[in-house]
């Protein structure tokens, strides 16, 4: 065959062969993208897609069409048994969005959640966009030596779950659009703390304690304005 020339009887790679030809780590990086009920049916893919899935390095507990209301009750049943069959290797994010839940959605919630920093998540988010009422979050601490970012958006937060002395590498915490139940935050590693469209109904101020901190948000606060402490990092 002369040089230049291409073998038109040669089979073309499929875009499926290329990726499965990456290595496995990333691999697992990419299926992170994925709605966690996508990236499970990766495995039927091809042999070496059967286990990929269970080695995520994120986990997106969201539904599969973002047009359509998503109901915590729609993931119950799948998520249980993901919880079992997953691998426990550390995830770097975790991601577990929902439109609407019952009052008997929030055991499995707070079981994700704290699922995810079993293992060592470092990036979590948790958004509840039901317009109706705020989803109770379990009144225990976060322990977690790996937790660096915790988004939080429509949920009720109370006061040992804000206590976040065992989280020594948060430096990240936004809190929108939620129901303020605790008197005080504190935390010694964080650095950047935003407060957006939250409300509460206690009679006293919370108080505000993150000696470390150097950015702060505060918008739209219905309630007692919070009140600032042992802030010395703090830029004007």
């Avoid at 230049?4 to 062969?17: F, I, N, Q, R, V």
């Avoid at 079981?111 to 079993?118: K, S």
């Amino acid at each position: 065959m002369p040089p230049g020339s291409e073998d038109e009887s040669a089979p073309l790679m499929s875009a499926t062969d290329r990726i499965g030809a990456l290595p496995d780590h990333i691999l697992h990086h990419l299926l992170s993208f994925l709605p966690a009920q996508a990236a499970v049916r990766t495995c039927v893919l091809a042999r070496r897609w059967r286990h990929l899935w269970r080695s995520t390095t994120g986990l997106r507990i969201v539904g599969l069409d973002d047009e359509e209301p998503v109901q915590v009750q729609d993931l119950r049943k799948f998520m249980d048994h993901l919880l079992v069959l997953r691998e426990r290797t550390d995830l770097d994010t975790v991601q577990i969005k929902f439109d609407l839940f019952n009052q008997d959605d929030e055991p499995y919630v707070n079981l994700w959640t704290r699922f995810a920093v079993i293992c060592k998540v470092q990036v979590l988010t948790l958004r509840i966009h039901d317009e109706l009422e705020y989803l109770d979050l379990d009144d225990l601490p976060l322990v977690s030596r790996h937790l660096r970012t915790l988004n939080l958006h429509g949920v009720s937060l109370r006061r040992t779950f804000v206590d976040f002395a065992s989280c020594t590498a948060l430096a990240n915490l936004k809190i929108d659009d939620c129901f303020i139940n605790f008197n005080k935050i504190s935390s010694c590693s964080l650095k950047h703390l935003s407060i957006t469209s939250c409300q509460s109904d206690l009679d006293c101020r919370v108080r505000i304690s993150a000696p470390g901190l150097v950015s702060l948000e505060l918008e739209d606060f219905i309630g007692i304005t919070p009140l600032l402490e042992d802030m010395a990092s703090l830029e004007a």
